[in-house]
């Protein structure tokens, strides 16, 4: 059974960090891709970083230089670190269990957490 779990959410004020954590079992982890997503309050999700099986990053404009997504395929762990957070990063984030692919042939995962909350506030 697939399972996608995230933690690591909470209050923070203008500024400061968080780590993100997303945990996933039931499939073979280090062959997968995945993402991060964050939906604002009263928006729709929107994609924030990614991360291939081979380490390989991309980020969504407004989090370059501030977020770093990580993996360890030890811990079948999904990391994503915050710093300098806006209140615009408020809301909830997403993991997502993306897909594995070989050559030009890939296996669709695309299986979703149940998200974290996280609160930038003063």
């Known amino acids: 059974q697939v399972q996608v779990v995230e933690s690591g959410g909470g209050l923070v004020q203008p500024g400061g960090s968080l780590r993100l954590s997303c945990r996933a079992s039931?499939?073979?982890?280090?062959?997968?891709?995945f993402n991060w997503y964050h939906q604002a309050p009263g928006k729709e999700r929107e994609f924030v970083a990614a991360?291939?099986?081979?380490?390989?990053?991309a980020y969504e404009d407004s989090v370059l230089g501030r977020f770093t997504i990580s993996r360890d395929d030890i811990r079948n762990t999904v990391s994503l670190e915050m710093n300098s957070l806006k209140p615009e990063d408020t809301g909830v984030y997403y993991c997502?269990?993306?897909?594995?692919?070989?050559?030009?042939?890939?296996?669709?995962?695309?299986?979703w957490g149940q998200g974290t909350e996280v609160t930038v506030s003063s």
């Open positions: 997502h269990a993306d897909r594995a692919c070989s050559g030009s042939v890939c296996e669709i995962l695309d299986s």
């Open positions: 039931g499939f073979t982890f280090s062959a997968y891709s």
């Open positions: 991360i291939n099986s081979g380490g390989a990053t």
